[in-house]
């Protein structure tokens, strides 16, 4: 089509229109159906505050009709409305408010019992404005961080002279608007103020200017969010100057609500902007003097003004039609507005223009406490002449520029509400059902929002919050304690999801240098905290096997791994750990525990004692991050002069476990490696085929094994040296799953899998791995404690005869049906050729030998520790 | 239909008097079913129910209105299955549509250690009678087409712990059922009345309260402040071991409604569900300080879209309605304080962190019951205070942490 795809109609676009604009230009009045009676609802505020014209652009639901450019081949279509908005069969809904009394949902489709869940599914159906479109994925959009000195909020006059003034004082400014400068402003004395500062900011080269581009929030900071076409823009500024100006204040009056009722300066936009006529015969309704300035906007567009209800006082000398004084009191028609009623005569017309008292636009404003904020121009005080706001403007980019106080914000200012009519266009709230809801025990304006859902809508308040709080006080004159008023939320201005993430990365996924080889040899990956590890390499059987007759090659680079020397390096570990660590001569390793304050293991790994007061640490994968700044706040703590190093990322490991591991290794290196030179739990300093490594004899699959620790570039390097060597033996690389089995066959726990966020040393059966005869360790406070009571549960090791199929993890221990513990591990062992696993049991239960049910099937609690060579043989080879 | 085309009267306000048998702290859901179950159960209807704000203005009215009893400990399970059961017939009761909402409570498990925890949940959940399983893949795409279920994500699902009995309701209905139920037995509901102040004669044992509006002779005084608890207990002198951690939701625009199905993803930290009204309602765990301010902040938006739009990923260009944060009273073991106190006739009814919406109901019958007999009922002694010093924990961390 040439133009918009109106519901299939082809609408054509000017330059510089609005989808609004085209559509009333060609003739469209009804923009919506109300969410609730299905009332037509036409374009009111045409300045995106209130819920009149939002329609579905492109599939996009909930667009404002009246702040969205019209694009040629745009597909809009109207909401809330079957079979069309003109004719909607819902309409009838709106004969029906008898049945629909305020709180209506609260009140119906309580008995009989099963009526709701009938009635439940009916209102769904209903509710919603438009359809999500099943097909959108969130497209990839930018951030861009900005960072002025001074960041000024709207490009009206004390905006731009706001900007100018800050500017002049020294600061980078920068200067958002939601629209473009005067777009919403009709030719006049204002429209020639702002043409005149907008070419004055463009000149200065310390003010970076974005338009079109709405704020959404304010925060802490300060951060102010602002979206501009597809790009997200996270402004952090040193102070900011809200000049986001003022709005006509919605009045209310009865139908208040018809298409052809509309704020005097979205009237004067239509004429004055877009070049459209609002309507042929318009009265307009002026509480203050710049909406009489609208009425030359509205004939120069074509509109016969018959008559002004101006409010007493104001000066009308210059108007040449017939002024009444008073108020608006009726709309009538049906689909439209035929006439109004003021001061107790009806005028025939097809517009009323509300000329309202201007009310600030304080959104942002009442987000902005205790934030660097200076206020300006309307959104300041209402009803600023030109002079005024731009002097404002100007002392509020000074004093911007000069450092601000935080702000405070003040009290809502109170207003007054008509008799009738609807408070709420979003919700269909009328006077009436505010006035029922506060007889009924609804006083304050936060209980009324709950229970009619005023404010609640997509305007989020913007028209209605006054009214509402008007209303409550009318009508309660003593409501007293309770704060009258609804708080503010962000956003402000609509953001889409996929704007809110805008360059956003969400999942960090490490990986060791292997990582490609890994999958080009087949590896498929699995998460492990942050790491993604290698789960297996296609046959954990295979792997295992390797593992426990030939030899096997494991990645294992993701340990956590960290340097720790300095002076106080013994002593602290000393405290740090609940084993020893001052006695371990150089080369010699130990196993650790580590602990909380409340005695809890919170992680596991190795020390490695390399002489003159320094160590080598490893922890677990998951545990190199948290335990960084945990022992660094140790440190500081104790006041201990001592340096953690974090070498996680700039080391690689590698783990060559099986019997034959040592010929292989031998192999590659001329350091002597036997039993005598290089023995179980110590560690040397090795060349393994030309690559200086750290090698550890450690024992955690329960075979002979070096794990190599060694500069994370000479990963791949190693590696392939490694598997060449190995092909006599068939090495096979093994990843985790092979390696829980194999642990779990020596009876290891793997923390957070076996434990939880209560387990001690203790009840895991590793009081070995604790001194409590030490000064003092992390945790010894609570362990000595905790020794004074039983323990309820208990990890225990556990077997079942072969031929039974191994329960899953997560499976639950039972005794005569009741639940007595449940599994953490469980694998089928090959070796042993029957399951085996740990599991936490009730102490009642959890003596040695004990029968208990595991997932269903008979098991028995193993009276050692390790299913597998349990005297250590194998891994002391 | 009872009083559906007519006003009804809720509640009126009433005179404040010296003196009250009972005075209730907190005009929560709790608090207010503490007062509703007093008057019904026991006849005491002598009773003040204080709330500085208006009724609801804590977490009652900002929580995510989940309600389940898939837990992980039996004491939990327990607890929460009986909540369940009073909330079933709630709505009848107090002739107040609750709109209780069964639409079903997915536990998403990303990764082998979630559904490792997941099955045991699931298991033991079974064990005790509530109606909740580990599924697969494949039942999960059946009952819930919405869901993204591809493996080309950082985090595919691998099973879900599904819980059919899982709901939402209103969360104001609750308060204002509670209160209406309250009021016309008697009940006295004083809003904009704070507490400021626990009174104690020589003896130690509480007298009453001072307030904003002086001082109150009571009973029995009941604290059911949730997110104020530290506060409160402070005035009485009563040590917990509760941090007050920020939690904060958001709703989009209401679209028609399409998501039938409540989702958590423990390893997103993200849950999404849609409301009868078509807002998307998606929330995230705590954020990880403490403070008493209640600015909501930009950083938990980014992650919490981030991640439900990994699983819903169609609600792109949905829009942001409105962002909010409340308080939440954490406990270390993710399961409440209740009863005694060591300060004779102060009771506790505190630890909701992220979890005490859907405890109200069982809240206000056992305190109820702790208030007019002065002992502990058995449901609750699990929940004593004293626990942390005896290390008798009732660890619930892997069952509330994010699914709340
Ligand atoms: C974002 C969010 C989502 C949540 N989602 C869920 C969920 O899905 N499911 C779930 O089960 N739980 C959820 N929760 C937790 C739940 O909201 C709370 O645990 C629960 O509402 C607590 O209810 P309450 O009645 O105990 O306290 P509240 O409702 O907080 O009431 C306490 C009242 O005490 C008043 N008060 C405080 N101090 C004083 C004083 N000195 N004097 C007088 N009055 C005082 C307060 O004003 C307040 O009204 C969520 C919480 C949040 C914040």
């Not at chain 1, 340990?559 to 020397?565: C, E, T």
Request: proline fraction near 5%; charge should be negative; include cysteine.
């Amino acid at each position: 089509m040439a133009g918009i795809d109106f519901e299939g109609t082809d609408v054509p676009v000017q330059q510089g229109d609005t989808i609004a604009a085209a559509l009333y230009r060609s003739g469209t009045r009804i923009f919506s159906r109300s969410f609730k009676y299905h009332r037509p609802r036409g374009l009111y505020c045409v300045s995106g505050d209130c819920p009149n014209c939002l329609v579905t652009v492109d599939g996009e639901v909930n667009v404002r009709a009246c702040e969205c450019a019209a694009r040629a081949g745009q597909k809009v279509t109207r909401q809330n409305a079957w079979p069309s908005a003109d004719r909607d069969a819902l309409a009838v809904i709106d004969k029906l408010h008898w049945a629909l009394p305020v709180g209506f949902y609260y009140k119906a489709g309580i008995k009989p019992k099963f009526a709701w869940p009938m009635v439940e599914p009916m209102i769904r159906k209903m509710a919603g404005l438009g359809f999500v479109d099943h097909h959108d994925a969130p497209r990839h959009l930018e951030r861009v961080n900005w960072h002025p000195d001074v960041l000024v909020v709207g490009a009206g006059v004390a905006g731009l002279e706001a900007a100018l003034a800050a500017a002049g004082a020294g600061s980078t400014v920068m200067l958002i608007d939601e629209t473009t400068p005067g777009a919403r402003v009709a030719s006049g004395p204002t429209r020639a103020a702002i043409d005149r500062l907008t070419a004055a900011v463009a000149a200065v080269p310390a003010i970076t200017t974005s338009w079109n581009t709405p704020a959404t929030g304010l925060f802490e900071g300060p951060l102010l969010i602002a979206v501009s076409g597809d790009e997200t823009f996270h402004i952090h500024p040193q102070a900011i100057v809200l000049a986001c100006g003022g709005r006509e204040i919605h009045r209310v009056f009865t139908d208040n609500d018809l298409p052809g009722v509309m704020l005097a300066r979205g009237a004067a936009r239509l004429a004055g902007v877009h070049g459209v006529r609002p309507g042929a015969r318009a009265v307009v309704w002026a509480e203050q003097p710049e909406a009489l300035e609208h009425i030359a906007a509205l004939t120069a567009a074509g509109v016969e003004v018959v008559a002004v209800v101006a409010a007493e006082g104001l000066d009308t000398s210059a108007v040449t039609c017939e002024v009444i004084r008073g108020e608006v009191t009726a709309a009538k028609g049906r689909k439209r507005v035929s006439a109004i009623v003021a001061a107790g005569r009806t005028i025939a017309c097809d517009l009323l223009a509300v000329g309202s008292e201007i009310q600030p636009n304080e959104h942002l404003v009442r987000l902005a406490y205790d934030l660097p904020v200076v206020v300006a121009g309307d959104a300041a005080g209402h009803g600023l002449t030109l002079d005024d706001a731009m002097a404002s403007g100007r002392a509020a980019g000074e004093r911007a520029a000069a450092g601000p106080e935080l702000y405070a914000v003040s009290p809502a200012t109170p207003r007054t509400c008509g008799a009738n009519g609807y408070v709420c266009l979003c919700e269909d709230v009328s006077v009436k059902d505010l006035e029922v809801a506060i007889d009924e025990g609804f006083e304050s304006a936060e209980l009324l929002k709950r229970y009619t859902t005023v404010t609640m809508g997509p305007c989020q308040g913007r028209v209605c919050a006054d009214q509402l709080r008007a209303v409550a006080a009318r009508k309660n004159p003593d409501l007293h304690r309770v704060a009258n008023a609804t708080t503010l939320r962000p956003p402000v201005r609509p953001i889409t999801l996929e704007q809110a993430i805008a360059g956003a990365p969400h999942h960090m996924e490490r990986h060791t240098a292997l990582t490609a080889k890994h999958l080009s040899i087949g590896g498929t990956m699995m998460w492990a905290g942050p790491w993604k590890r290698v789960e297996a390499y296609g046959d954990v059987q295979a792997e295992y096997r390797a593992v426990r007759e030939r030899v096997g090659l494991i990645d294992v680079g993701t340990l956590g791994k960290f340097l720790v020397a300095g002076p106080d390096a013994t002593e602290f570990l000393e405290r740090i750990y609940p084993m020893r660590v001052a006695d371990l001569e150089a080369g010699r390793l130990r196993y650790g525990l580590l602990l909380e304050e409340g005695g809890v293991i919170i992680d596991d790994g190795t020390v490695c004692a390399l002489g003159d007061g320094r160590y080598y640490l490893t922890v677990t994968t998951t545990g190199a991050e948290r335990l960084e700044s945990w022992m660094g706040d140790w440190a500081e703590a104790w006041g201990h002069d001592v340096y953690v190093v974090n070498q996680t990322a700039s080391l690689g490991a590698l783990n060559v476990a099986g019997p034959q591991a040592r010929a292989l290794l031998q192999k590659l290196s001329d350091d002597p490696l036997d039993r005598e030179s290089f023995p179980y739990i110590r560690h040397r300093q090795i060349t393994v085929a030309g690559v200086e490594c750290l090698a550890m004899r450690l024992g955690f699959v329960g075979e002979l094994a070096y794990e190599l620790h060694f500069p994370a570039s000479q990963s791949a390097k190693l590696w392939d040296a490694i598997i060449a060597a190995g092909a006599e033996w068939d090495i096979r690389p093994f990843g985790l799953m092979a390696q829980r089995l194999l642990r779990l066959e020596k009876g290891h726990i793997i923390i957070a899998q076996d434990t939880d966020f209560e387990t001690t040393p203790w009840k895991v059966g590793m009081q070995w791995a604790v001194k409590l005869d030490k000064d003092d360790f992390v945790g010894k406070a609570a362990l000595e404690r905790h020794l004074k009571r039983d323990d309820r549960e208990l990890l225990v090791p556990w077997t079942m005869g072969a031929g039974t199929a191994c329960p899953p993890e997560g499976a639950t221990v039972t005794m005569n049906g009741n639940l007595a513990g449940r599994v953490t591990s469980a694998w089928h062992s090959p070796t042993l050729g029957h399951p085996i696993g740990l599991a936490w049991v009730k102490r009642a239960y959890a003596a040695a030998g004990s029968s208990i049910t595991v997932g269903g099937s008979p098991a028995t609690v193993f009276s050692g520790h390790a299913f597998y060579d349990p005297e250590g043989e194998k891994l002391r080879a | 239909m009872s009083g559906l085309f007519r006003g009804r009267t809720w509640w009126k306000r009433s005179e404040l008097k010296k003196s009250y048998d009972v005075v209730i702290i907190g005009g929560g859901g709790h608090g207010m079913g503490t007062a509703y179950y007093l008057a019904k159960n026991f006849g005491i209807t002598n009773v003040a129910v204080l709330e500085k704000n208006y009724i609801g203005a804590g977490g009652t009215g900002r929580n995510t209105t989940i309600i389940r009893s898939n837990y992980r400990t039996p004491e939990g399970i327990r607890f929460y299955e009986r909540s369940m059961e009073l909330f079933r017939g709630l709505s009848q009761e107090l002739d107040i549509n609750m709109m209780l909402s069964k639409l079903g409570h997915f536990t998403l498990a990303h990764t082998d250690s979630s559904v490792r925890v997941q099955r045991e949940r699931g298991e033991t959940n079974r064990l005790l009678g509530v109606d909740s399983k580990l599924i697969g893949r494949e039942e999960i795409a059946d009952l819930c087409p919405e869901l993204n279920m591809s493996m080309d994500v950082a985090y595919p699902i691998q099973a879900a712990l599904y819980h059919p009995p899982g709901s939402v309701l209103r969360h104001d209905a609750v308060v204002w059922g509670y209160a209406t139920g309250a009021y016309h037995k008697g009940v006295h509901i004083h809003q904009g009345v704070e507490v400021t102040g626990i009174r104690k004669d020589a003896s130690g044992k509480c007298i009453g309260v001072d307030t904003s509006e002086g001082p109150i002779d009571a009973g029995v005084v009941v604290s059911a402040v949730a997110g104020w608890t530290t506060q409160v207990c402070d005035m009485a002198g009563v040590r917990t071991p509760i941090t007050n951690h920020p939690l904060q939701a958001f709703v989009t625009e209401p679209v028609k409604p399409m998501l039938h199905k409540i989702l958590v993803s423990a390893n997103l930290h993200v849950y999404v569900s849609q409301t009868d009204r078509g807002e998307f309602l998606i929330g995230s765990e705590i954020e990880p300080y403490t403070t008493y301010n209640l600015r909501s902040t930009f950083s938990f938006v980014q992650h919490s879209v981030a991640n439900a739009l990994d699983l819903v990923p169609q609600l792109a260009r949905l829009k942001m309605m409105r962002q909010w944060t409340g308080y939440c009273d954490m406990t270390p073991d993710y399961s409440p304080i209740m009863g005694e106190t060591g300060v004779e006739n102060f009771y506790l009814d505190a630890g909701w962190g992220t979890w005490g919406f859907k405890a109200t109901a069982v809240c206000g019958e056992t305190m109820a019951q702790m208030a007019a007999t002065g002992k502990t009922p058995e449901l609750i002694a699990p929940f004593r205070l004293s626990r942390f010093a005896d290390e008798q924990m009732v660890p619930e961390k892997a069952a509330a942490s994010v699914s709340h």
